[in-house]
C-alpha cells in the first residue's frame, strides 16, 4: 500500500462543540494505522453560523503535516445535507475514502483494514457504536440490546432481501458504510442532490438498484456515533422534521417507478408509514422477516452484538476519554485565537 492516498471526508454544520472530537479522532488513525500513506482531508461545511470553520482552519494549520492535500469546502450558504456531501464527493481525488458528520468519532480500530475489504466488496458496513454526554457525568457508550439488533439485523439480511431494505428504510448505517468512489457516478450524484436532508437512503438505494453489490457486513465497530438531540434523526425542531419528510415523500415517488410488482408494494407501504399510518408496518415483509430473525434465530445477531458493541465498550469508552483530554488541550492552547 505505499502509493495508497486514503480521503477523510468531513461534513460540518455548526459542529463547533463536537468537531475537535471528530479531527482527534482523525490524527489518531493516521499516528496509529495509517503511517507512510499518504492521506487528504476534505472538510465540507454547510453554512455553518457559529465557530466550526475558524477551529477547522486553526486545527489543520496546527496539523499541516498529517495530510498530503487539506481542502475546507463552503461559501457561508446553507443548502442541505444532501448538497454539502455531493460537493464533497465532487472533490473527491481519491478512490478510497471514508465519510462522516463532524459530530462523529472514528473509533480505535484500524480504517486501514476496513479499506483492505474494498479489493474484494464494493460496499463494507458494520455495527455502528453510540454514545451520548449528559455534559455532567461524562461520555457514556449505548450498550441496549434492543436499540442495536434491529439494525445488526438489517446488515446480516440475505443477498435477495438487501433491495427490499433500501425501500422499506435504510439497508446500513450511513456512519460505518465505505465504499469506492467509483461507484458515485453523475446519475447517483445528481440523484443524491434533489434532496435536502437524508442523503443515505437515496444513495443506498440507488447503490443497490444501478449495481451489483457485493456487500460485507463485519463484526467489529470502527466508527463511534454521537446520540445527538439536534441531529435530523433525533431533533425535534418542527422545521427539520417537516422538510425530512419532504425528503422521504419525495423518495416515495422514485420507488413507485420499480417496475418489480413486490418493490411497487413495499413502496406503497412506506409511504403510508411516512404519512403517519404507523400500524401499516404490520404488513411489511421486511419487517415479519426481522421479527422472525430476531425471535427464533437470535444467535448470531447476539454474536454481532457482543463482539462488536459489549467487548469494545470499556475501550471504546477510555478512547473517547483520551482524545477529548487532547481536544480540550488543543481548544485551550487556541482559546484567545479564536
Known sequence: MKNFVFTFITCTYNHE???????????????????????????????????????CKKWLEKNRGLFA?????GDSKNRGTC?????????????????????????????????????????VTAPCLAFYDNYES????????????TNISNGLCPWFMRRAFTIT??????????????????????FVYQFKLIEDQPMIYQLF?????????????????????NSISHTNNLIIKSAAKKD?????????NEKNWFYKYLAWLRKQMIN??????????????LVIRQKFFSKRIRQYYKKAIIDDATRSLQYLEMIDQYAMKFLKEIEQEI
Open 17 to 55: 462543540q463536537f468537531i475537535i472530537l471528530h479531527l482527534e479522532s482523525i490524527k489518531y488513525q493516521i499516528y496509529n494505522h495509517f503511517k507512510g500513506i499518504k492521506v487528504a482531508i476534505i472538510i465540507s461545511d454547510d453554512g455553518s453560523s457559529d465557530k466550526t470553520v475558524p477551529l
Open 69 to 73: 492535500e487539506m481542502s475546507i469546502l
Open 83 to 123: 448538497k454539502n456531501i455531493v460537493n464533497a464527493f465532487k472533490h473527491l481525488k481519491t478512490d478510497r475514502f471514508f465519510w462522516l458528520a463532524g459530530d462523529d468519532v472514528y473509533g480505535f480500530r484500524s480504517l486501514k483494514k476496513v479499506i483492505k475489504e474494498l479489493s474484494q466488496y464494493e460496499l
Open 138 to 149: 461524562g461520555y457514556h457508550i449505548e450498550k441496549d440490546y434492543n436499540k442495536y439488533k
Open 169 to 190: 428504510g435504510c439497508l446500513t448505517e450511513a456512519p460505518s458504510t465505505v465504499f469506492r468512489k467509483e461507484l458515485l457516478d453523475k446519475e447517483i450524484l445528481d
Open 209 to 229: 438498484k444501478k449495481y451489483k453489490i457485493k456487500m460485507k457486513y463485519l463484526d467489529y465497530t470502527y466508527v463511534i456515533y454521537r446520540i445527538n438531540p
Open 248 to 256: 422521504l415523500e419525495k423518495l416515495c415517488t422514485y420507488y413507485f
Open 276 to 289: 403517519g399510518n404507523r400500524w401499516i408496518a404490520f404488513f411489511l415483509p421486511t419487517n415479519h422477516f
